[in-house]
Structure formats: structure tokens, C-alpha cells
């Protein structure tokens, strides 16, 4: 297809992909000192006053993080959740509710305790896996093993029998716990590289060992509990200090535990010294069977236009590993603050603004998914999706989701928003539409012009992201305020345009068969669920 260059003001396009940013441009402009000085809209400079003045970043924190805690799907946490922020959003005077999309199997973590027994007594730092069948309140005991070398599946059954009375190790036990930035620093160049080859030398030996068994690391530990072992040990390292990837277990009758790294390590190297280490393990959750599921949706009524929308969206669930602090508590936290800013500064807007604040994204966006094949007058006059997401950082990019005009209407937006938040913003335009990353690609694959705001890590997948470091001491309140005042004034000015903007989409890249590649296509949620 023959490419033509357009320019328009200062982005230029090649039919729909942008080669040079909007506020890249500007950037630029401001280090040759051109850029005029910015007279803000009467009411940005009300947002941005409520929001340095008045904040309640830091009390809604602390309520979400620390009283309700994690929000994980089918448990009490995710229930308290969903009912704080309606009366959270009621006492703002914003009309809220919990609208329900589906049920999960409903889980209830108990009391639990693992401690290593012989050949010495320590108290293993440790966590029950979500969904984990419990020891029902008693104390089980046994010894730990680990996958021993197998030649191939009929090696594998012939020592399983083995297991029986066991907790077995499937993960592979980690050859360092110091992450690469800190090796990188104090590390000698020969320590690094021979550190290195032993853990891809060991990835692989342990990924042949799994292989050879004929199951897969998802697979295995019900072939191990149907075989009598009384536990699974798991430990997911996460790659920095103390941080360990905090899932779902996969076991359906015994308990799965992941343990971190170095407790981890000295069960394994006591099993392979031929200590045969002992663990006493006592966990009391329940499984409380099918429960709702919601997404809580609030509103600030539109005037001129009720029936068009601007929506202000995160997902309000998450892992259990920490409290969901940046996952998507700071997601969470910011369009709450947005809502309750704009409702004190612009309590009548032209559109109707809703927050959408989605349940079990972290098990496929079910709950934004389901909201779109549930609410088609919405989403068919739906003006535009902000999305906030991936950590506690200020909003670091935007990418125009594959909307062939979306550098026009979304640099007006952006435009208003104080030069000193925006100076480092980049954004690609029209960019790709996202495939099902975050709650933002649940409107687009619907044709709904929706954003992802993006943040800087703050070392948000190494060592937040489904961690159990993902805890309240993580958030960057200064980056928090930022992004509600982005948030708020492109709702804001997204809600006050004369007209709903365009979705046109861009002409998708060729893909391996040298045709253009499909546009997301709107999925099925899961409306029911069990466990992982």
C-alpha cells in the first residue's frame, strides 16, 4: 500500500502512524526555549488546586490497602471492596453502585503456619497459594522432596509412588538471590558470566526434568496429590530482593505453598545433602462455593448530553500475595480522586462520566468485558476510556490505541494539562490497539476510543507486579497527584467537546501472510470461575 505523509500542525503522519509525537514536538520546542507560555482553563486550575490543597490520596490508601486489604476474585476482600467504594463514591455525593456480571468459586484464607521441624526448628516465610485446598485446621507433617532426575515419563511412574506422605518441590531452587542490577554493580565480569551460565544451564536441566515426567509445571501437581503427596512446594522468584511472584495453586486436594527464595534453597540443598528435611504445615482456609462477582460503577450526570459518556477506568481486584497496592490499588486510588475532584469542580458536566472500577481483570478483564456486552448504549456513545494500570508511577506514555484521529482529539485533551506534568509525557500516535493487557483493550476491540495512561515502573515487574512486596509502603503519592490531574482534565475536556470524536481505525500492519492483521476482536468473559 503506497504511504502518503500528511502534516497536520506539528505531528506528522504516514497514513495513520505517527513518526513524531505530539509532545515529543513540544519537548523539543521547549529546549530551543518557542514554546509559549500556557494560560490554563479556569477549571484545570481549580483540579490542580483541590488536588495539591485537599488530597484524600493517602486516606483512601490506607482504607483500601490496609483495612479491606487484597481483592482477589471470590473472596470477603473483593466483596468489602466493592462495597467501600460505593459508599466511598455516596459520601462525595456521586451516585455508585455494584452491577453484577458473573460468580466465582469463592475462597476464605484462614490462619496458616509452615515451619521447618528437623534437622533444626525455623519458621518458613511463606504463603498459601490462592484457591489452596487447606490441612482443614491440623498440623501435617512429612518430609520434603524434590523432582529427582527422570530419563522420561516411565522413569517418572515408577518413582512416584514415593511421593506418598511427601511435600515435593517442583520449582527449580534459584543459584542466587541477588538480582542482576546487583550483580551488574559488584560483580567481577568473569563472577557475572559464570553466574549467568550456571542459571541458563540450570534452566534448562530443570525444564527437561519437567518435560521428561510427560506433564507441565500447571499439570504436575495433581498427578503428584493423586500419587499421596500431603503438599506442594512452589517458589516463583520474581527476579529482586525478597520478591516472589504470588499466584493461584493448581493442586485440588492438598495444600500448594510457595516459599521464598532462600527457605526455599535450604530445604532443597538439606534434601539433596540427604538430610531429609521435615516440614509441619497448618492452614485452615475454606472454600465457600460460588459467589458474585461485580464491577462498582459510579456516575456524575451529564447535562447537555446524559446519554454520552466519558469513563474513568481501573480494575479494583487483585493478587493476594501483598495488598494490591500498585496492582491496581493506585489505578484504583486515582480515578476515585479524579471523580471526587470533578464532582467539587464540575458538578454538572456536558456528558455523563462514569468510573469503572472492573473486577477479575487479573483472570482475563472479565469484568470490563462483560461490561461492554452488557451496557451497548454505553459503549456505543461512549466519547473515550482513560485507563490507569501498571504502578504507582506518573503517567510516562500514551499510545492513540490504533485511532487514525486520535493525535488530534487527544492532544487537545493532553493540551490543557499543566506543561510541568505533561513536558515528559510521550505518546504515539495513532499507535496499536491493545490486545487484552489491561481493561482499556476490552472498549477498543469494541471500536471505543480508549487509553492506556502508562507509568513509570519504579520497578513495577520485578518487584511489585503479583508480588508480595506489592504493599502500601510502594506508593509515590507526589506521581499519584500527577495522574489524577491528568486524569480529571481529560475527562474533563473529553466530556466538553462539541461532538463525539472520530473511530476510525488505522489500517492494521501486514502480518506473516503479508495481509493486514485483524482488529481485536470483542471476547467472551468468564462469567463463572474456578480457582487460577
Known amino acids: 500500500m503506497k504511504q502518503r505523509t500528511i502534516r497536520r500542525g506539528k505531528a506528522w503522519v504516514y497514513s495513520g502512524a505517527l513518526i513524531l509525537g505530539i509532545?515529543?514536538?513540544?519537548n523539543a520546542l521547549a529546549q530551543r526555549g518557542q514554546r509559549p507560555a500556557q494560560t490554563l482553563d479556569p477549571i484545570v486550575t481549580k483540579i490542580v488546586e483541590e488536588v495539591n490543597k485537599n488530597s484524600q490520596l493517602e486516606g483512601l490508601a490506607f482504607e483500601l490497602l490496609d483495612v479491606v486489604g487484597p481483592r482477589l476474585v471470590g473472596t470477603a476482600g473483593?466483596?468489602?471492596?466493592?462495597?467501600?467504594?460505593?459508599?466511598?463514591?455516596?459520601?462525595?455525593?456521586?451516585?455508585?453502585?455494584?452491577?453484577?456480571?458473573?460468580?466465582?468459586?469463592?475462597?476464605?484464607?484462614?490462619?496458616?503456619?509452615i515451619d521447618m521441624v528437623y534437622p533444626?526448628?525455623?519458621?518458613?516465610?511463606?504463603?498459601?497459594?490462592?484457591?489452596?485446598?487447606?490441612?482443614?485446621?491440623?498440623?501435617?507433617?512429612?518430609?520434603?522432596?524434590a523432582l529427582p532426575e527422570i530419563k522420561d515419563s516411565l522413569d517418572f511412574q515408577r518413582w512416584l509412588p514415593s511421593v506418598k506422605g511427601k511435600y515435593v518441590m517442583i520449582s527449580m531452587p534459584q543459584p542466587t538471590g541477588r538480582p542482576d542490577h546487583d550483580w551488574e554493580k559488584y560483580g567481577t565480569k568473569e563472577s557475572i558470566t559464570k553466574m549467568n551460565k550456571e542459571r541458563d544451564s540450570l534452566s534448562i536441566v530443570w525444564a527437561n526434568k519437567i518435560r521428561a515426567t510427560g506433564y507441565n509445571v500447571n499439570s504436575i501437581p495433581g498427578i503428584l496429590e493423586n500419587a499421596g503427596a500431603v503438599g506442594i512446594l512452589t517458589s516463583n522468584w520474581s527476579k529482586e530482593f525478597g520478591a516472589n511472584k504470588i499466584f493461584g495453586a493448581r493442586s485440588k486436594k492438598v495444600p500448594t505453598?510457595?516459599?521464598?527464595?532462600?527457605?526455599?534453597g535450604i530445604l532443597y540443598r538439606l534434601a539433596q545433602g540427604g538430610i531429609k528435611p521435615k516440614i509441619a504445615v497448618n492452614t485452615s482456609s475454606k472454600?465457600?462455593?460460588?459467589?458474585?462477582?461485580f464491577n462498582t460503577i459510579a456516575e456524575i450526570k451529564g447535562t447537555e448530553k446524559p446519554d454520552e459518556y466519558v469513563i474513568l477506568s481501573a480494575h479494583l481486584d487483585s493478587w493476594e500475595g501483598g495488598s494490591g497496592a500498585t496492582d491496581n490499588g493506585t489505578g484504583t486510588l486515582a480515578m476515585m480522586e479524579?471523580?471526587?475532584?470533578?464532582k467539587q469542580i464540575l458538578p454538572n458536566p456536558k456528558r455523563t462520566i462514569l468510573i469503572g472500577l472492573w473486577g477479575s481483570e487479573e483472570q482475563g478483564l472479565n469484568g470490563s468485558r462483560s461490561f461492554v456486552l452488557d451496557n451497548p448504549e454505553i459503549v456505543e456513545k461512549?466519547?473515550?476510556?482513560?485507563?490507569?494500570?501498571n504502578g504507582t508511577g506518573r503517567v510516562e506514555t500514551i499510545n492513540g490505541s490504533g485511532f487514525v484521529h486520535a493525535y488530534d482529539y487527544v492532544g487537545r485533551w493532553l493540551s490543557a494539562v499543566p506543561q510541568q506534568i505533561t513536558k515528559d509525557i510521550k505518546t504515539e500516535f495513532p499507535g496499536s490497539p491493545g490486545g487484552g493487557g489491561s481493561d482499556h483493550a476490552s472498549f477498543v476491540a469494541a471500536g471505543v476510543p480508549a487509553f492506556m495512561l502508562s507509568s513509570l515502573s519504579w520497578g513495577y515487574f520485578t518487584s511489585t507486579w503479583h508480588t508480595n512486596l506489592d504493599t502500601y509502603?510502594?506508593?509515590?503519592?507526589?506521581?499519584?497527584?500527577?495522574?489524577?490531574?491528568?486524569?480529571?482534565?481529560?475527562?474533563?475536556?473529553?466530556?466538553?467537546?462539541?461532538?463525539?470524536?472520530?473511530?476510525?481505525?488505522?489500517?492494521?500492519?501486514?502480518?506473516?501472510?503479508?495481509?493486514?492483521?485483524?482488529?481485536?476482536?470483542?471476547?467472551?468473559p468468564r462469567r463463572t470461575g474456578v480457582g487460577y
Do not use: C
Open 473 to 524: 509502603d510502594k506508593l509515590v503519592f507526589d506521581d499519584l497527584k500527577w495522574n489524577v490531574i491528568i486524569a480529571a482534565t481529560m475527562a474533563y475536556k473529553a466530556s466538553e467537546e462539541p461532538e463525539l470524536v472520530s473511530r476510525e481505525r488505522r489500517v492494521m500492519p501486514a502480518g506473516p501472510n503479508g495481509t493486514p492483521q485483524p482488529w481485536p476482536a470483542i471476547r467472551q
Open 120 to 145: 533444626r526448628i525455623k519458621t518458613l516465610a511463606g504463603t498459601q497459594l490462592a484457591w489452596s485446598p487447606s490441612t482443614k485446621g491440623k498440623t501435617i507433617e512429612g518430609e520434603v522432596i
Open 382 to 389: 461512549t466519547q473515550a476510556v482513560f485507563n490507569l494500570d
Open 78 to 113: 473483593m466483596t468489602n471492596a466493592n462495597n467501600w467504594a460505593v459508599k466511598k463514591f455516596e459520601s462525595w455525593g456521586i451516585p455508585a453502585k455494584n452491577q453484577q456480571f458473573g460468580e466465582w468459586e469463592g475462597w476464605e484464607r484462614g490462619v496458616s503456619h
Open 338 to 342: 479524579a471523580a471526587r475532584v470533578l
Open 287 to 293: 472454600s465457600l462455593g460460588p459467589v458474585p462477582s
Open 257 to 264: 505453598l510457595d516459599i521464598s527464595l532462600e527457605d526455599y
Open 23 to 26: 509532545f515529543s514536538f513540544e
